[in-house]
């Protein structure tokens, strides 16, 4: 970025007091108005703290597996960061930690750089930050960049991942575990932040333990970035970047509502980013009370088919026709089709398929699918069969984000309406217009919860690692209190994990957190969907404001958990 040039003064307070209108030639106004946005931080962060293990951890599933896997982490406590004396206080010494910033962009990631930055600023004069440049693969690279307050200034409470670059390479051959040996060596790295969702952490713990057994200092300690929000557990309230994300999808989906009813000729189908469990797809139902909206978990828990979905969506179309509304706004979630239980058969014998065989032009391949799958695939449109195809990310998921599952709806809801009027069950008209609502929300100037939740998160893990943990995740929690109270510790990385299988072969990985369908969020749409189905209650909840009454609204699905709203 041309702007952190632009500060050449090697002073900190002063790099943190720009004259106004400093970066103005590249940063508009409100980002440069964001530049200074004053942090809180929780108040165990501001005064003396000592560090307080609770009793041993387990695994969220397959202890004994993960206990093989991790023979020198599992079982390790929890640390929670509690007021003491400052006779408590750590030695002061500089630190060298790297960090690292893994898989898909969240609004915040800058801020939890920042935080860390000031940590070791504020307790460990004469540390130094190494950002290595390109997400896991800077690390094997030894690609980095020395991280200044010149440097980071530029980026504190701003979108993107640019500071440093994300990449969604994993550590997993001995190669790669010894390259990154060499450059912790290399760089004397007392420590290495990983900040990534539940693939990078669980590669921060595998991490982690090959730097234990190896007997190098480096510790490791992860933090819960995605905006899917399916990283979290009980000390985990929430992964960063899920609020934002969601703020400004639900702009865009009220933008669309209005759109809709001003025109009153199309359905909208809208596909939202979260490409396992659906929790933005129901936090953005909760902010803008659209017509329709799927939810993942619900269609796997009721065995749905294509079929099904189809006709729960022309079944709403044509009661909507009947009150005279030939419009609409449906929300789907990005992996609605991996709950499908026969496509989440037919992508397990695809997967299994591109492992291990050769894809030949001629469809040969396609012998190998059993014949309930090989109908499904035959059935679906041509687009969504290439989708389908293409090649898995290196965790071995599905790129779902490139399946076009709005535009497969509208097509086969199009027909089910088609052969309705037929039968003359329909008189209505229907056209659908499809968007993707993922990219767009992932890079977003941090809400004012982000930005002070990321801040904290980071401080947090300076504090963890100055304290000589590893295999931790940063945990921040009691977030519906004052920023004053919010809790701070660390949590067992291996106790959120299960085994899986992937690329054929059993894994180590943390439980993605779903929808559950006893929650509060998912508890409290259904009590309306309903209503919303055939009367229209949009909401359109306006941009993400950073001053006034709503500036630090916190989203539904975390106030709902935490037991703060009804
Ligand atoms: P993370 O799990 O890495 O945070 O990424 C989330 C996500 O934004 C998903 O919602 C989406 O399916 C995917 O990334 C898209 O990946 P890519 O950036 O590689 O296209």
Avoid at 290 to 295: A, G, S, Y
Avoid at 479 to 489: D, K, Q, Y
Wanted: with cysteine; hydrophobic share 35%; glycine share 10%.
């Amino acid at each position: 970025m041309a702007a952190a040039a632009v500060v050449a003064n090697g002073d900190y307070a002063a790099a943190k007091t720009p004259s106004a209108g400093r970066y103005a030639a590249v940063y508009s106004e409100v980002q440069n108005s964001r530049l200074d946005h004053p942090l809180p931080l929780p108040s165990v962060l501001k005064n003396s703290f000592k560090v307080v293990d609770g009793p041993p951890s387990s695994a969220a599933g397959n202890p004994d597996e993960i206990a093989k896997l991790f023979p020198r982490l599992f079982g390790q406590p929890s640390a929670n960061l509690v007021p003491a004396d400052s006779s408590d206080n750590l030695p002061g010494r500089g630190l060298k930690i790297g960090v690292v910033l893994s898989g898909g962009q969240a609004p915040g990631g800058h801020n939890v750089i920042s935080g860390i930055f000031d940590y070791l600023q504020d307790r460990c004069k004469g540390s130094t930050l190494y950002g290595f440049r390109g997400g896991p693969a800077g690390i094997m690279k030894c690609k980095y960049v020395v991280l200044t307050p010149e440097y980071i200034y530029p980026y504190r409470n701003q979108g993107g991942f640019d500071m440093i670059c994300s990449g969604r390479d994993k550590i997993e051959t001995p190669e790669q575990f010894k390259q990154a040996e060499e450059t912790s060596v290399k760089l004397d790295l007392d420590g290495l932040v990983v900040i990534g969702g539940d693939d990078s952490n669980t590669n921060a713990c595998l991490l982690a333990e090959n730097f234990r057994s190896k007997n190098l200092k480096t510790r490791v300690i992860g933090c819960p970035k995605t905006i899917d929000g399916d990283l979290k557990c009980k000390e985990v309230p929430t992964s960063f970047g899920f609020d934002t994300a969601c703020k400004i999808y639900a702009e865009m989906i009220g933008n669309v509502m209005i759109d809709a009813r001003s025109t009153g000729k199309y359905y909208h189908f809208v596909r939202l980013m979260g490409r396992a469990g659906s929790h933005i797809t129901l936090e953005c139902a909760l902010q803008t009370h659209p017509n329709i909206t799927l939810i993942g978990e619900e269609v796997a828990a009721q065995k749905q088919t294509l079929k099904t979905v189809t006709d729960y969506i022309a079944d709403v179309i044509c009661k909507r026709a009947e009150l005279g509304y030939n419009y609409g706004v449906i929300l789907i979630p990005e992996g609605l089709i991996d709950f499908i239980p026969e496509v989440q058969q037919l992508i397990a014998e695809l997967n299994e398929i591109l492992a291990h065989d050769i894809v030949d032009e001629a469809g040969l391949w396609k012998k190998k699918l059993t014949p309930q799958s090989l109908q499904l695939f035959d059935f679906l449109p041509p687009a969504i069969q290439d989708q389908l195809m293409l090649e898995r990310d290196p965790h071995g998921n599905v790129q779902v984000a490139k399946i076009e599952t709005e535009k497969m709806l509208i097509q086969m809801v199009e027909t089910e309406l088609e052969v309705r009027k037929q039968g003359a069950t329909y008189k209505g008209q229907f056209k659908g217009q499809s968007h993707f609502f993922g990219y767009e929300g992932r890079c977003g100037l941090p809400s004012n919860f982000d930005a002070t939740y990321c801040y904290a998160l980071g401080y947090a893990a300076g504090a963890l690692l100055h304290s000589g943990k590893t295999g931790l995740i940063s945990s921040v929690g009691n977030l519906a209190a004052p920023v004053a109270e919010w809790t701070v510790g660390g949590t067992a990385l291996t106790s959120l994990m299960d085994v899986e299988r992937r690329h054929g072969k059993f894994k180590p990985v943390i439980k993605k957190a779903m929808v559950e369908l006893e929650g509060a969020p998912f508890r409290k749409f259904i009590s309306t969907r309903e209503d919303w189905a055939l009367n229209n209650r949009y909401l359109n909840p306006g941009p993400i404001q950073f001053v006034g009454p709503t500036s630090n609204k916190v989203n539904h699905t975390l106030l709902l958990e935490l037991g703060a709203e009804a």
